[in-house]
């Protein structure tokens, strides 16, 4: 358990914005907390289950995957994306 | 008795070439200082400045324009300039003083710098004149806005906000630093007198000028009219040694120094000049789009300029062209939302007629950034205000050191590099470029968000970060320009009742 730095990029936003998360945290929990300075602020939201993948990846990340087995670096930008709009 | 022609004696008198006795070349001009370049000893003196003046014409012309910006200043002091103009224009102003002042007595260093360590006479001796003019340009900047200090404390940023870590002086001191402080001679006058000056200058310069008298503030307007005057003259110390670099073959090094101030500056004038002429100037009183005086100013003019010395546009010209019409907006969200962090009150300047101005300016703008407005104005219309300001700091570029912005649904994204087992964020791949150059240049410095994240800020939670950055110390931050008024045209009736 530790806190972790990451670089949010949601689709729809026009800025990235800094997120520190649990290292025991899974994917589906880091995009919960993801929304947190995004949806309702700078973006509508659609609704929908919000995947993660690493910035320049096609392939989102499983949503039960924790930061620690995703093996991210501190402050490696996340996409987060609603999964009918990618 | 009757006096020479100047151009009788000019070049006598400032041929300075002596030959040192005591300490060898080498010692009199150290590589640090004057520049390595594979430049004979004999060129040197072939540097052919554009604009030749002596010094008894150079104390006449500026004690006239002098004479002529503090008279204006004197003759309106008594305006009550806040009962007078918009309050976008206001929060122009302290932009403007806050980034600018400080940096202008720099500048001063850098000239004195020319002064002492250029190889050519002829440098040195604009550097001479250059030196005298922005030492002037502080005294200038420093002594208008002193007049509004005791009623609004925010124009005390003029003077004391440089010695901040405001994120926004951090991002001006990089570039400053990088650009004009840290570099030898010859790279300074290619980086700051031509890139910079000769480019961008004219737009802070110029374009606000026509802004400022549109807005109402004479005194603004002749004050910066007066600075530009000077610019136009000293810009000129780079373009002769940009050609004799390029004679005498380093022109690959020429034009790799002009890309990456190029670059550098054009993300820096995104928020200086982008934002206050697309958002903060009131609508009625806009001279010209922020992307129309970029077409004039840079892609007409300087890239003129560029091509008349056989250099080749950047090679990011696609990219740069693309940022045009976009970044400055990304900037400007991103400023507003954080507007508690600055020293002003940035004007929001998305109210129906403005947006439609964007939407005509910059087509699709209402499908992009404007997507991001209708959420905030949306909960501004519910008058919940909290919900407009991030609980969290922006990702800032380690480059840039202002937010990584993009056009939404578009661009916004990472460009990050790993170095030294550092990851390294970028806003763009000309940043990146630039970092890559010269990775040992830039690989120490933090960012705010990097100063954050390894405990240099106490206590850890946005209160530290404003305190770190001066707000609430040296004056407090900033809110809404127009105090959100400009929402009301968003109410319908049956909200407004």
């Known amino acids: 358990m530790a806190a972790f730095p990451l670089a ?58 924790t930061v620690a087995e995703a093996g991210l670096a501190p402050t490696e930008t996340l996409d987060f994306y609603y999964e009918e709009a990618s | 008795m009757a006096l020479l022609e100047r151009s009788e004696w000019y070049d006598i008198a400032r041929r300075t070439e002596w030959t040192p006795g005591y ?41 006239q324009k002098d004479a002529g910006a503090y008279s204006v200043k004197a003759a309106l002091e008594r305006m009550d300039l806040r009962s007078k103009v918009d309050p976008g224009w206001i929060s122009t102003l302290k932009l403007h003083y806050g980034a600018v002042s400080v940096v202008e007595y720099n500048a001063g260093l850098m000239e004195s710098r ?41 124009f005390d940023w003029a003077h004391s906000g440089m ?17 004009m402080m840290t570099r030898d001679a010859v790279s300074t006058s290619i980086l700051l007198n031509f890139a910079f000056e000769t480019g961008f200058t004219n737009l802070q310069f110029i374009g606000l000028s026509s802004d400022a008298a549109n807005a109402g503030d004479f005194s603004f307007s002749k004050l910066i009219q007066s600075i530009q005057s000077d610019e136009a003259r000293h810009a000129q110390i780079g373009t002769p040694m940009l050609a004799m670099m390029i004679e005498n073959g380093e022109k690959e090094r020429a034009q790799r120094l002009v890309d990456v101030a190029f670059w550098r500056s054009w993300k820096l004038f995104t928020i200086l000049t982008g934002i206050p002429m697309d958002y903060y100037i009131p609508l009625d009183r806009r001279e010209g789009s922020f992307k129309e005086f970029m077409q004039e100013w840079i892609v007409t003019q300087f890239v003129n ?39 002003f009150s940035p004007a929001a300047g998305v109210g129906p007629d403005e947006r439609d101005w964007l939407e005509e300016k910059y087509p699709g703008w209402n499908d992009t950034f404007g997507k991001c407005w209708d959420v905030i104005i949306e909960n501004l219309k519910r008058g919940d205000i909290g919900r407009t300001v991030p609980g969290t700091l922006p990702i800032i570029c380690n480059m840039s050191n202002i937010p990584i912005v ?60 404003l305190q770190y950055m001066g707000i609430g110390v040296l004056s407090d931050g900033g809110g809404d320009a127009h105090d959100y008024e400009w929402v009301s045209a968003y109410l319908d009736s049956a909200d407004a009742a």
């Open chain 1, 8 to 65: 949010v990029n949601f689709y729809g936003d026009f800025v990235l914005k800094l997120l520190v998360v649990d290292t025991e945290h899974t994917m589906a929990q880091v995009a919960e907390a993801a929304t947190e300075n995004v949806i309702g602020l700078h973006v509508a939201g659609e609704g929908g289950v919000i995947r993660a993948r690493r910035s320049g990846e096609t392939e989102p990340l499983p949503l039960d995957m």
């Open chain 2, 23 to 63: 300490v060898s070349d080498e010692e009199l001009y150290p590589e640090g200082h004057s520049g390595d370049y594979d430049i004979p000893s004999e060129a040197w003196s072939t540097y052919d400045e554009p604009y030749k003046i002596s010094y008894r014409e150079y104390v006449d012309i500026q004690r």
């Open chain 2, 114 to 154: 020319f002064v002492r360590w250029a190889r050519s006479p002829g440098m040195r001796n604009m550097g001479t004149f250059g030196m005298l003019d922005e030492i002037r340009h502080a005294q200038l900047q420093l002594f208008f806005p002193h007049e509004y200090v005791p009623t609004d404390r925010q």
């Open chain 2, 163 to 179: 010695k901040s870590n405001n994120w926004g002086i951090i991002a001006g001191r990089h570039f400053f630093d990088d650009m």
């Open chain 2, 305 to 343: 300029s560029l091509e008349d010395l056989g250099l080749a546009k950047p090679w990011y010209w696609d990219i740069f062209l693309a940022d045009i019409d976009e970044h400055h907006h990304g900037q400007q969200l991103g400023t507003w939302s954080w507007r508690p962090t600055l020293w």
């Open chain 2, 406 to 465: 993009g056009t939404p649904f578009k661009t916004t994204q990472d460009y990050p590099l790993e170095y030294n087992g550092r990851l390294y964020h970028f806003g763009s791949e000309p940043d990146r470029w630039i970092f890559e150059q010269d990775p040992e240049r830039y690989a120490a410095h933090k960012t705010i968000v990097d100063r954050l994240l390894a405990g240099e800020i106490q206590p850890p939670d946005l209160g530290g970060v």
